[in-house]
């Protein structure tokens, strides 16, 4: 009896697996010759109903049938390359490979009935199917996980077979023992054969399971092992319970069963065993690499408008195949519409309907489908919406846009009949995914826009600052003329020397104008060939003279240089009048000219005896823009000023400085 039901299952459980397979709509060798194993293994499952009483002749005859297609196929997995049965067949391997099973079948036929003979047969076929499993593994390659469900399967119940036989050559006959196990064993291993028959892609075999059948199955098996750990506690009460053994597991079932009824009762339960089994037992909807890869193309495609929150709204309604949509704005309470695709102004009843849902986003960071809200309303709780207004709102997904935590918009988007997709667990990942990626881009090319306008305000306070500057510049030079003015206005020299300054000035403030008409910080003067040391003596004696101390101008050695002799002269007036500014009147400030020992730079060396500056002042403040240790009468940009010009020619501005002893500024301007 035991045997019969052992039999009985593993006829069933291989009759399932052909008849999937059977099913299967591709075609190819190795699904046909699965057919052909699975087909011959149910078979002989059967064969002790069909042939009883059943003999050992009938046993060993059709164990022989199995072997031989199981043998078949295996012969096929030596090569991935056939095409079909005419292939493997015309292989001598394969028919060396078929040669025992074929002689243990035709054996009886000549007249060999010695049992012991056939017990020998059938403990060597196991080994042969061992020795194959061995080499189709280790040339399997990259696929030795694939394959690995089937090496066990074919390992354990040859195994098995080698153990029965072995057994039966030793003591002449086989154990009942082995006979009754069979059908169990042949009936655990099928769910390796299953496994490896997913695994293998190159069999072009996809079996398919409804999520809903494993759904079932396994609560049922949830089931079945919840009332067997019961059961056992029941004996277990039963034996040690004594009189009150009986009615402890009364009670115990009573319980049990409350409590089993409770669970499958219960939805969330019931929910989370589903989405459990799709996430882990079934393949994703989505080909996310693919679909990433469209997403990232799709934001870096720019709308001919350049408006983003398009952009954003094509790749959110793409991303699940739908048609339309609308990107909505929160703004002070109001519903702004920032773009659309398709969709028509939204109606007072959904405009209605979305305030009610911001009040939920708020809380919740939840995506709501419009079909499932108005039949699982519990689904959404602390949604609290006027149902009545449900069935006028055009929209199926209403999706939330977060900024840093805060509810900012949402988009509502409709698929047609042939795209609108049901919203269960994998949707909902995939479209927090895709909203994640897209809030990103929103809110960075946010940042990027408001990074540029103050950019822009500050390319503008910059660029006023210099013309403070150099206002400053020729407000010096006009009161020059005034204060000599009285004393010298009879002297014709000095009339010329005054139209010739605000003729100069009168440029200046021409190219400062030009400046703030054209926004720009700096405007690039013509370059020319100047001779330094001249030009330096003239910004002494015109801006510099009347200062205490007077500098003084050393030549060594000199070439002429090209660059602007405008720009080069306000910096040296900067770094001068500074040198004048740290010195006391009695000190010195001293300006020498020479020509490099390569003759590749002229070196320019402002020296002065003044108060100096500290290290830690020259690295982190001498250069700082708008940094000045004058108070309101400095803009702090002259350094900065002088390092860029010098910079900008090629050159370098070097800074050598001592407290209480005086700095140096060197100039290196290239001669070429």
């Known amino acids: 009896m035991i045997a019969t039901v052992g039999y009985a299952i593993s006829a069933l459980g291989y009759a399932f697996l052909l008849l999937l397979l059977l099913t299967v709509r591709k075609s190819g060798l190795a699904k046909y010759l699965l057919i052909l194993a699975t087909g011959a293994t149910c078979f002989w499952s059967i064969c002790p109903f069909i042939f009883a009483p059943f003999s050992l002749d009938k046993l060993i005859l059709f164990d022989n049938i199995k072997n031989l297609f199981w043998l078949l196929f295996l012969a096929s997995c030596l090569k991935d390359n056939f095409t079909n049965i005419v292939e493997v067949l015309a292989r001598k391997e394969t028919w060396l490979i078929l040669l025992l099973p074929i002689t243990a079948i035709i054996l009886p036929f000549l007249g060999v009935n010695d049992e012991s003979w056939w017990f020998l047969l059938q403990t060597v076929i196991p080994l042969q199917v061992l020795v194959l499993l061995e080499v189709i593994y280790r040339q399997s390659g990259d696929n030795k996980w694939s394959l690995k469900p089937l090496i066990i399967y074919l390992a354990v119940t040859s195994i098995f077979e080698f153990v ?20 169990y064993i042949y009936t655990a291993m099928i769910p390796f054969l299953v496994l490896a028959i997913r695994r293998v892609k190159n069999w072009g075999v996809e079996i398919y399971i409804s999520r809903d059948v494993v759904m079932h199955s396994t609560l049922l098996m949830v089931a079945g092992g919840y009332l067997f750990v019961m059961a056992l506690l029941g004996y277990a ?20 069963l409350a409590l ?5 009762l219960s939805l969330s339960f019931r929910t989370k065993i589903k989405v459990f089994i799709t996430k882990h037992f079934f393949a994703n909807q989505f080909d996310y690499r693919q679909e990433w890869l469209r997403l990232t193309d799709c934001l870096n495609t720019k709308e001919a408008d350049g408006n983003v929150y398009a952009t954003a709204l094509r790749g959110l309604t793409q991303a699940i195949d739908y048609q339309t949509g609308s990107f909505i704005q929160i703004q002070n309470g109001e519903l702004k519409m920032l773009a659309h695709i398709d969709m028509p102004d939204l109606s007072d009843a959904e405009q209605s309907v979305l305030f009610e849902f911001c009040a939920f986003f708020k809380a919740k ?31 199926q997904l209403v999706i939330p846009i977060y900024k840093e935590q805060e509810f900012w918009g949402l988009v509502a988007m409709q698929g047609s009949e042939n795209t609108s997709k049901k919203l269960n667990w994998e949707l909902r990942d995939y479209l927090t995914a895709v909203n994640a990626q897209i809030s990103n881009f929103l809110f960075h090319h946010q940042a990027a826009e408001e990074l540029a306008e103050n950019a822009q ?51 200046r403030m021409d190219k400062m104008l030009l400046q703030l008409t054209e926004k720009n910080a700096s405007q690039n003067g013509s370059d020319s060939l100047v001779c330094l040391s001249e030009c330096i003596k003239l910004v002494v004696e015109q801006r510099c003279a009347s200062y205490l101390p007077e500098p003084k101008v050393i030549v060594s050695s000199e070439t002429q240089v090209v660059l602007d002799k405008d720009k080069f002269s306000n910096v040296v007036y900067h770094l001068v009048s500074n040198a004048q500014q740290a010195t006391s009147d ?60 010098l910079e900008k020619i090629g050159g370098h501005l070097l800074v050598k400085s001592e407290l209480q002893k005086g700095t140096t500024f060197t100039l290196r301007i290239p001669t070429n």
């Not at 600052?465 to 407000?475: E, G, S």
Request: net charge negative.
């Open 237 to 256: 009460v039963k034996y040690f319970g004594g009189q009150w053994g009986a009615t402890i597991q009364i009670v115990l079932i009573a319980l049990s």
């Open 260 to 264: 089993l009824v409770t669970l499958f």
């Open 365 to 395: 960071n939840w995506i709501i489908d419009m079909d499932e809200l108005r039949t699982k309303p519990y689904v959404y709780e602390g949604l609290k919406v006027n149902h009545g207004l449900l069935n006028s709102v055009t929209f």
């Open 164 to 183: 029965t036989f072995a057994n039966a050559l030793m003591v002449e006959q086989i154990h009942i023992n082995y006979i009754t196990a069979r059908g």
């Open 586 to 645: 009695d000190g010195k400030v001293e300006i020498f000219i020479e020509l490099s020992v390569d003759e590749k730079h002229m070196l320019i060396n402002i020296v002065d005896t003044g108060c100096g500056m500290s290290e830690d002042f020259i690295q982190t403040r001498l250069f700082k823009p708008f940094d000045t240790t004058k108070g309101n009468a400095g803009m702090g940009i002259g350094a900065f000023d002088a390092k860029a010009f």
């Open 457 to 507: 305000f500050a390319a503008f306070t910059r660029m006023s600052a210099f013309i403070v500057h150099d206002l400053k510049n020729v407000l010096a030079q006009i009161d020059l003329i005034l204060s000599n003015a009285e004393q010298h206005k009879d002297n014709p020299e000095f009339i010329a020397d005054t139209f010739e300054t605000l003729e100069h000035t009168k440029a």
